[in-house]
């Protein structure tokens, strides 16, 4: 059995493509392996955030990881933020991360280009964000953990520094490996399948929130982007549109995209998306009444609180030996 370790930010509600590409595996997964999940709150403070806004994100947030599947008798669910061992490492891994390194980040690049443009300043907190998240991984010696094609480099760092501080150091932290769905990882932009699904899209017909009116989600699905063709085909390169539909299809259904296919043969775009729509939303409507259930009770304070719990005990274990490995605090 894994320990499988993977966060979210709570800047708002989670897309079709954060639920396909990620937490409907992790309902999965927590059947077969040791897994952690987090709420990063502190890497959502990286950028400007309203308190009382990130305060409501975090609860919503942990009752979507619930009523998507997550087991908090199977799974720990926690704050990051209420596990100070996390900063704690940070800064110490950040004391053996060279700027060098940092600066070639590809998400750093892109976030403080865009944020050039709009006037915002660029933290400090952005540019060691890599960092934070090396912390969040090696803190519990987690064997793998999930990601998206946009974060490999970010894992490559993690590896790199775990490796660095054993050499220096001595064996303290397990190298962890990455784990990448085959399918399902990367839904696509409904209107421009050239780009990854996401909320930040200033056009909303480019992505389904998982609160997103039943409504509004048949429009959505309906008037997603295909393409010129007569018929229902895969083609990633020269097809993205139908092929992101097929994808998110089968990542539901659980049917292959050749069954898929198959089904439609002689048929058109209009009888597809329209009984993609139904499937899509027959997924999402139990998930949104159950998450409402969830805040108009108490229930996820006392899971929170529980996973804290978890984490804490496992995360002051290692932090203790880091620092007695590199001669912090006195020695009794």
Not at 67 to 83: D, R, T, W, Y
Not at 188 to 215: G, H, R, V
Not at 240 to 269: F, H, M, Q, R, V
Not at 293 to 311: K, Q, Y
């Amino acid at each position: 059995m894994a320990r499988i370790l993977s966060g979210i930010q709570p800047s708002g509600a989670l897309t079709l493509g954060n639920y396909l590409g990620a937490i409907k595996n992790f309902a999965k997964l927590q059947h077969e392996h040791e897994c952690l999940f987090m709420i990063v709150d502190l890497h959502a403070i990286t950028v400007p955030q309203d308190r009382l806004e990130l305060r409501k994100n975090i609860k919503e947030l942990a009752a979507l990881y619930v009523a998507c599947g997550i087991n908090p008798e199977k799974s720990c669910l926690f704050i990051q933020s209420e596990v100070p061992a996390h900063t704690e490492l940070s800064w110490i891994l950040t004391c053996n991360a060279s700027m060098g390194e940092l600066s070639r980040m590809t998400q750093f690049k892109d976030k403080s280009a865009k944020q050039e443009t709009t006037g915002v300043h660029i933290s400090a907190g952005l540019f060691n964000y890599p960092v934070l998240m090396a912390a969040d991984v090696i803190l519990y010696d987690v064997d793998l953990v999930p990601v998206g094609d946009d974060q490999k480099q970010h894992m490559e760092l993690t590896r790199d520094l775990a490796e660095r501080f054993n050499s220096k150091y001595g064996d303290t932290f397990k190298v962890p490996g990455v784990y990448i769905p085959e399918q399902g990882a990367r839904i696509m932009s409904l209107q421009d399948p050239t780009k990854k699904m996401s909320k930040s899209d200033d056009n909303p017909k480019n992505f389904i929130l998982l609160t997103d009116d039943i409504n509004i989600i048949r429009k959505k699905i309906k008037s997603a982007i295909t393409d010129s063709e007569s018929t229902i085909g895969y083609d990633q390169v020269n097809r993205p549109g139908i092929s992101n539909l097929l994808e998110i299809y089968s990542c539901i259904t659980g049917d292959s995209i050749e069954d898929i296919i198959a089904k439609y043969e002689g048929k058109g775009y209009g009888d597809f998306k329209s009984d993609l729509a139904e499937i899509v939303v027959a997924e999402l409507e139990p998930i949104q009444k159950r998450r409402q259930e969830i805040l108009d009770s108490d229930e996820i304070d006392g899971i929170l609180d529980h996973g804290r719990d978890v984490a804490m005990k496992l995360a002051m274990r290692k932090i203790s030996k880091v620092k007695h490995k590199i001669g912090l605090g006195r020695k009794r």
